[in-house]
């Protein structure tokens, strides 16, 4: 191949190609390998998982982020592309055990809070940071605020990542930070945000840690957390 197979996997990143049955945006490439077939290939040639996850995966939703920012993609195009990253990671899971519990990164527990049944942005938000190198906790939807900080303190998470959609759920968010505090967990476990109600003076308000107000800030919101804890 004229082109490097880590570069093919951000190239099918960009384009939001699963797989070879899928259209990407330039014509002609049904058929050719997509994300999926390109990291089984990158791993069976003895590229190590690293690379692959973090020259591939990971830079292709970088790249994707930036087109988002600059109004070239839209959020179907995003949703797209973090779909075929979601094909690699599944390809790359078995090659990730082992490498220790928390991906590389940290652990974080993703939720829709109670009485929200929205989850795009934050499956969103699942993919991309599993990408990013975090081992992610998804509590899927309508999740109670006992019931989060239950699982963060079971698995020892270092960050609580809520997501709501309605004005009359957002507040739920609130109700977590304060069980942490009872539990005298707050010093340990950090908050991030976000949804299309919220805001960075929303979570101030709330005493949450951060704010992220799409999937990419999000993600760097979480490596600042995490950055934060470990220097404390």
């Known amino acids: 191949m004229s082109k490097d197979i880590v570069e093919m996997i951000v190239d099918n990143v960009l384009q939001g190609r699963r797989n070879k049955d899928d259209e990407g945006i330039e014509d002609g490439v049904v058929g050719q ?22 020259k591939g995966l990971s830079r292709g939703m970088e790249l994707v982020g930036a087109k988002y920012e600059s109004g070239e993609y839209f959020i179907p195009d995003m949703l797209t ?4 990253v979601e094909a690699g990671m599944k390809v790359m899971e078995p090659h990730l055990t082992g490498q220790g ?24 938000v699942a993919i991309m940071l599993k990408g990013a190198g975090f081992s992610v906790i998804d509590l899927g939807i309508d999740v109670p605020a006992a019931r989060i900080v239950e699982v963060a303190e079971d698995e020892d998470a270092q960050i609580i990542g809520l997501s709501a959609l309605l004005n009359t759920t957002m507040k739920n968010m609130e109700e977590v930070v304060t069980q942490l505090e009872q539990k005298g967990l707050r010093n340990r476990v950090k908050v991030l945000i976000g949804g299309a109600p919220t805001s960075g003076d929303f979570a101030r308000q709330i005493g ?25």
Do not use: C, Q, W
């Open 33 to 54: 390998p997509g994300v999926a077939e390109l990291v089984e290939e990158a791993l069976e040639t003895g590229i190590e998982p690293d690379r692959i996850l973090l």
């Open 208 to 232: 949450a840690d951060s704010y992220g107000k799409d999937a990419f800030a999000a993600i760097r919101e979480a490596e600042k957390l995490l950055k934060a804890g470990g220097d404390s």
């Open 101 to 124: 519990d928390n991906g590389g990164k940290g652990k974080i527990v993703l939720a829709t809070v109670e009485k929200d049944l929205h989850d795009i942005g934050k499956n969103l």
């Open 81 to 84: 592309a973090a779909e075929a």
